[in-house]
């Protein structure tokens, strides 16, 4: 990961030297190389991908003893995350800011408290779901769409 995150760098830092002598600001170099390297050399897989083939080795039973499709998807979406504060503290640095270690210390509090509240909110219309229901109220699922939305 390293290796390919110091490749993306080097080529960047070489491609944005290049459009300097061109005349052009030397983020476009960096941007065109994280647009052309990155899908090949992070590997980033996208959920759309993984989260159908990993459901349909559920299905078959194919590691679920030691819960291994489980471990993939979870690996997916925290390879975004990576991404996405990688992305979010190097256009801070590029737009003439800095990285904090105050940015770095909020991604963990902003997961915990992503994962709470949406705990929370599920667990609130089940009950209101539930409630619904046992009331002989139907809710179709337009309405819930809509609750939910």
Do not use: W
């Not at 065109?32 to 899908?39: D, F, S």
């Not at 992070?42 to 471990?71: C, F, H, N, W």
């Not at 408290?113 to 539930?130: H, N, P």
């Amino acid at each position: 990961m390293l290796a390919s995150l110091s490749l993306i760098f080097i080529v960047g830092l070489a491609m944005g030297a290049i459009c300097q002598k061109l005349k052009l600001p030397r983020i476009i170099g960096i941007l065109v190389t994280g647009i052309v390297l990155g899908p090949y050399v992070l590997d980033a897989v996208s959920p759309a991908v993984v989260v159908p083939r990993m459901v349909t080795l559920m299905e078959k039973k194919y590691g679920t003893e030691k819960a291994i499709p489980q471990m993939v998807m979870a690996g997916a979406s925290c390879d975004d995350i990576f991404v996405i504060v990688l992305f979010t503290t190097f256009l801070s640095i590029a737009q003439g800011g800095h990285a904090n270690v105050r940015d770095f210390v909020n991604i963990p509090v902003s997961i915990v408290l992503g994962i709470i509240l949406g705990a929370v909110t599920g667990y609130g219309l089940y009950l209101f779901f539930e409630t619904a229901y046992a009331r002989k109220h139907c809710v179709r699922n337009s309405m819930k769409v809509i609750i939910v939305l």
